[in-house]
């Protein structure tokens, strides 16, 4: 019986002719249907979906806008960090600087030390050996004196044939004969 319901009202629409409006429009009780099951739609959207969303939307704005603060604080660090970094360098390159400027005037002061003590020590070890070689020229002399005088007073007394034993008349002998010696040499030197 349903099939005959159902072939007799497709014979009737048949049977009504469509015309041009009707055909774009569906019937009034789809479009109320349509309306109702939209604004139902709408309704779950706004109240239970939408609401959902934006929270999720706001945490993640949330996350990024912590994100964004941090990579700011970690760049800002970064600048700090480097700052202090050139700095510190810069600090050491003028420490490193005044070390080695330290360092030279220190050497330059040793070295001038180092001269000026081995002049000294030239000085004192040239003084040292003039006094040592006049001592050893005066003790040169002296025992040339004696050994000269002793062999020109045993000369003298051979010749004149008499004792030069007295000690002053030999040490006079001795004088005369060795200033005479003397001048004879710077005569010819």
């Known amino acids: 019986m349903m099939l005959a319901q ?5 014979e009737e629409a048949h049977a009504t002719e469509v015309e041009g409006a009707d055909l774009i429009l569906p ?3 789809d479009l109320l249907w349509s309306i109702v099951i939209f604004t139902i739609i ?10 959902k969303l934006q929270t999720v939307l706001d945490e993640r704005a949330e996350l990024i806008q912590g994100g964004i603060e941090k990579a700011e ?3 800002a660090e970064a ?3 480097l700052e202090e970094y050139t700095a510190q360098l810069t600090e050491a390159r003028a420490e490193a600087a005044r070390i080695r400027e330290d360092a030279r005037v220190e050497a330059a ?3 001038a030390d180092a001269r000026r003590r081995a002049g000294t020590d030239a000085e004192r070890i040239v003084e040292t050996a003039q006094r040592q070689i006049d001592a050893e020229r005066h003790q040169a002399v002296v025992s040339l004196r004696t050994e000269v005088g002793s062999l ?5 007394s051979r010749i004149v044939g008499e004792s030069l034993a007295d000690d002053a008349r030999q040490q006079r002998v001795i004088d005369s004969f060795l200033d005479d010696l ?3 040499v710077k005569a010819e030197g």
Do not use: D, G
């Not at 159902?6 to 497709?10: D, E, I, V």
């Not at 020109?152 to 003298?156: F, H, I, N, V, Y």
């Open 42 to 51: 709408a309704v779950v959207f706004t109240r239970v979906i939408l609401p």
């Open 109 to 111: 002061q040793i070295l």
């Open 27 to 29: 019937a009034p009780y």
């Open 73 to 75: 604080k970690a760049q």
């Open 6 to 10: 159902t072939l007799l009202l497709a």
């Open 182 to 184: 003397e001048s004879t």
């Open 152 to 156: 020109a007073t045993e000369l003298a």
């Open 79 to 81: 600048a700090a960090a």
